[in-house]
């Protein structure tokens, strides 16, 4: 009965770390979640400063092709 006793020990410990180690990759599942959410925001926000930018330079482009083209 006294290896049967300490099996159970063992075993109440094992499921002790189990739970423990559970709860760990929880909390790190949250936090992945939140990084990629803060990623997506980031590809939006840089994709959009990529549009702006390219219609900055276009119109700059524009601007500068139509002045070079009134000169006298």
């Known amino acids: 009965m006294n290896d ?3 099996i159970r020990e ?6 002790t770390d189990v739970k423990h180690v559970l709860m760990q990759l929880e909390r790190q599942n ?6 990629e959410e ?3 925001i980031n590809k939006d926000e840089i994709s959009k ?5 390219s219609v900055f330079a276009g119109t ?4 500068i092709s ?7």
């Open 10 to 15: 063992d075993l109440a410990e094992v499921k």
């Open 49 to 53: 400063a990529k549009t702006v930018a």
């Open 60 to 63: 700059i482009s524009i601007i």
């Open 30 to 35: 949250g936090r992945i979640g939140r990084l």
């Open 66 to 72: 139509l002045f070079i083209n009134n000169r006298p």
């Open 4 to 6: 049967i006793g300490k």
């Open 38 to 40: 803060d990623v997506d």
